[in-house]
């Protein structure tokens, strides 16, 4: 679906629910800092991590958007760091930013950051990643759990044996995404599992997303299960990379297959190989360009629509979570190379030209 079908569904959405949340106060009633309609705004966005090739992506757009609308932004990164990603914040706060938007690294832990934002009236975005047990005032994300499901639906539409053995690796088990995730892949494969279809010889986290952590669950699941591995639900494309490692290393790259999530350039590459079989393809700009208009709202106190809610065991917190897409090899042109995410010219460089999909 294009950009601007997708800012148009939203947008709908949101006047159809009607839901909002507004800046000019705070659930704990501490008093809320308010610009005027004119005055320029500071944003800090407290980044977990710029690994993933999506995270960058994030990171310029936001600092695109800010410039924009004429807000200016202070982009502090924590490299998966929890002490480092609090003192970055506190610093950014110290300096008088007007609104927080954060990626947090430990979602429990980030509560915190909320808490010294709050201390100074000033709100806080959680950005693609809820932070648990906290007075959030807006989360901005896809359907997470929407992506779980279609990772393991996609690769049980796809495996052609029964009972077929499905590995699983889920993320960082301190992202509550990677819950999330988990989630939505079990509420698709629990019931294959009672069905005899599926069964599950590996569920593992991979710590700090980390292709080597996936690497090592995959390569001990092979070895435990003699090579009889059907079906990899990695649950980023990071951590498929590090699966799809494991297999060449049997000499089953594309004959196991292997989901993926964030449409990164390196994985796309390896679907058109047939070595990755699906990602979900999560478009950033709504996301970094929503989280800047929202955070200018906030900061005057204005109110933002939003489209849902999610519980982070403090609040309902109002939330804007906007639609993935599962794209493999055949819709690879109709998704991410139309939004103009990835060209076909960067996704086939390098690869045999009789591969590359054509129009
Ligand atoms: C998740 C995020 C994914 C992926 C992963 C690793 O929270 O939603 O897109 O990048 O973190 O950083």
């Known amino acids: 679906m294009r950009l601007s079908i997708l800012t148009f569904l939203l947008v709908l959405a949101a006047l159809v629910s009607g839901a909002c949340v507004s800046g000019s106060k705070t ?9 005027g309609p004119n005055d320029p705004i500071k944003i800090g966005f407290s980044m977990d991590t710029v690994k993933e090739e999506r995270w960058q992506r994030d990171r310029d757009l936001v600092e695109k958007h800010a410039k924009e609308i004429g807000a200016s932004v202070n982009v502090q990164v924590a490299n998966g760091s929890d002490s480092e990603q609090i003192k970055q914040a506190e610093n950014m706060l110290t300096q008088g930013v007007d609104v927080l938007i954060v990626a947090p690294h430990n979602g429990e832990i980030a509560a915190s950051i909320v808490e010294a934002a709050h201390r100074q009236g000033v709100p806080v975005i959680s950005y693609d990643r809820l932070i648990k047990n906290a007075d959030v005032d807006l989360y901005i994300s ?13 690769l049980l539409d796809h495996v052609n044996k029964k009972p077929a053995n499905f590995v699983i690796v889920g993320g960082s088990p301190t992202d509550n995404n990677a819950l999330l995730l988990h989630q939505g892949q079990m509420n698709v494969l629990k019931p294959a599992v009672d069905r005899g279809d599926v069964k599950i010889v590996a569920d593992e986290y991979a710590k700090e997303w980390q292709a080597s952590a996936a690497l090592n669950i995959v390569e001990n699941a092979l070895t435990r299960t003699n090579n009889q591995v059907d079906a990899v639900v990695a649950s980023n494309d990071g951590t498929a990379r590090g699966a799809v490692q494991a297999l060449e290393g049997q000499h089953l790259a594309g004959k196991v297959l ?13 679907i058109v190989e047939g070595k990755q079989t699906m990602t979900i393809y999560k478009p950033i700009q709504p996301l970094a360009y929503g989280a800047v208009d929202a955070a200018a709202k906030l900061a005057r106190g204005e109110t933002v629509a939003t489209t849902d809610t999610i519980d982070n065991a403090f609040k309902k917190v109002p939330a804007i979570l906007l639609e993935p897409a599962a794209v493999d090899r055949n819709n690879l042109l109709t998704t991410i190379v139309k939004d103009g995410y990835h060209t076909i010219e960067e996704i086939c460089a390098g690869l045999p030209p009789e591969k590359c999909p054509k129009p």
């Open 258 to 270: 292997v989901s993926g999530q964030d449409g990164d350039l390196a994985s796309l590459k390896l």
């Open 27 to 35: 659930n704990d009633g501490s008093a809320r800092k308010k610009k």
């Open 142 to 154: 896809h359907q997470v759990v929407k992506m779980g499901e279609m990772q393991a639906q996609y």
